[in-house]
């Protein structure tokens, strides 16, 4: 199965956009559902099968408001750079990684939560 996180991300205008990831691969849609749909067609995968937990994009203890604002300024600056033809500068693209890698992993941690509550 193929793992999908799904991050809310502001433009520079202060717009949500959603921007779904898995693996090497992106897409962005206006909504959850059309950035998971649009990554689905990128993976070539007929027979997508997942678990989808949609929850509230507020900053926690696991991803703060801090870390929001600085994972959208970032996939803002990567967004630009894609669309010139550039790329982050390597502690750029470091610090994108790790913020997406923290979110997923705070994302996991919610959903176990969600899990176990509902046992």
Do not use: C, H
Request: charged share 20%; proline share 3%.
């Amino acid at each position: 199965m193929t793992t999908v996180a799904i991050l809310p991300v502001l433009n520079t205008n202060g717009e949500k956009s959603y921007r779904a990831i898995a693996g090497d691969r992106q897409s962005v849609g206006q909504t959850a559902g059309q950035a998971l749909d649009a990554l689905t067609s990128l993976l070539g995968e007929t027979d997508f099968s997942a678990l989808i937990v949609i929850q509230r994009f507020n900053p926690d203890e696991l991803f703060t408001i801090q870390q929001q604002k600085k994972l959208s300024e970032l996939m803002n600056l990567w967004r630009t750079a894609r669309d010139r033809g550039q790329t982050l500068s390597p502690q750029q693209q470091a610090e994108l990684e790790s913020l997406v890698e923290t979110e997923l992993q705070a994302a996991t941690i919610r959903t176990e939560v969600l899990l176990q509550q509902s046992i």
